[in-house]
Each structure stands twice: as C-alpha cells, then as structure tokens.
C-alpha cells in the first residue's frame, strides 16, 4: 500500500464522485492529482465502484486509483507534436487527407475543407464524396495515376482541378503515400 496525502481541492473532488457513485448507483472514473509521501505530485486515474447489498442500496464503495503519469506524458507529447504539425500545414498551406481503402473512409484535416471549398457538415468522409469534387475532365487522369499508384507502378502526385460548390474550378497538387499490408496489398493512402 502507498500512503497518499490530498489537499483539501482534492479532497472535495473525490468526495463529489464518490457521492456521485453513491447517489446515481453508478461506478464513477475520475482523475486527479495526488501527494505521494516524498511530495510528488502525480496524476492519477480513480475509480470508485458502488457496491450493493440484497436490497439494492448501496452499502460501500470499492475503489481503485492507478498512477497514469506515463500516459500524461506520452499526451503531452503528442499534443506538442500536432502542434508543431498544424502549425506546419497553415504556414504551408497544405491539407492532409487519410485514405482507408479497405472501409473507403476518408479523413480531412480542417485545411482540406478549406481548399475545395467544402463545409465539413457536408462531407460523409467517402472516396465519392471527393471524387465528387474533381473537375470532370481531369478524373481520367486522377483514375489513372490512382490506379498506377495502388499497383505501385509510381508514386500519386498530380496537378489537378476541383470544383468548388459555386461552380469556381480551382488548381490543386496532390501527392501520396501507399501503405500496404504484409502481403503488399493496399489499404491506405496518405
């Protein structure tokens, strides 16, 4: 056992979600930051468990808490490198779109809507939904170097033109990456 000390802001808080298991019957999952003996202070992540007798009312709580420092870090420094990655796009000003072939899902990052001129409410995330957006006369083009690009006789990368909805066209480079499962098969392009 770890002998633990909370000050009185935590305290109140794990005493709201223990209520709060209590009342609603519910296990309650929280986080908050403790005192070890040696005053470190680490995140930790709580549970608390309302525990029933015959009747249905609850007689006690079981409760964990697990030390989740390892995790907070590894968020920061993911948050710190979107960041750094956003950041990049808008000084650039270029969109990241991610193709799952296999699900025909595709994600667009905010950047993306803006350069074909599409509102996000009005994007389903499908291989259609953008192909609906190519100008007409180069979709043959697009096609055929897609095609080359799945079998991986050359990389993606075209100029090509979009429609925006009020009819403007609007001169798009696209470059990509083919990634392939462990039988050389294409599921993703990015």
Known sequence: ????????SVRAS???????AVNSGEAQRYELIVVRP???????????????????????LRGTMQDISTRKRAEAVLAASEQRLELATQSAGIGIWDLNI????????????????????DFTGTFDDWW???????????????AD?????RAF??????R??????????????VQRDTDGAPVRMI
């Open 14 to 20: 794990l005493q709201e979600h223990v209520m709060r």
């Open 38 to 60: 040696d005053g470190e202070r680490i995140p930790v992540e709580a549970y608390a468990v309302p525990e029933r007798d015959t009747s249905g009312v609850v007689r006690f």
């Open 164 to 177: 925006w909805p009020s009819g403007q066209a609007r001169h798009l480079e696209a470059h990509a990456v």
């Open 157 to 162: 990368g075209l100029t090509f033109r979009v």
């Open 149 to 153: 690009a799945l079998r991986g006789e």
């Open 1 to 8: 056992e770890l002998e633990l000390h909370f000050d009185e």
């Open 132 to 146: 609906r957006c190519v100008h007409p006369e180069d979709g043959p083009r697009i096609a055929a170097s897609y």
């Open 102 to 121: 296999l699900t025909d899902t595709l994600v667009w990052d905010k950047r993306m809507f803006e350069l074909y001129g599409v509102a996000e409410q």
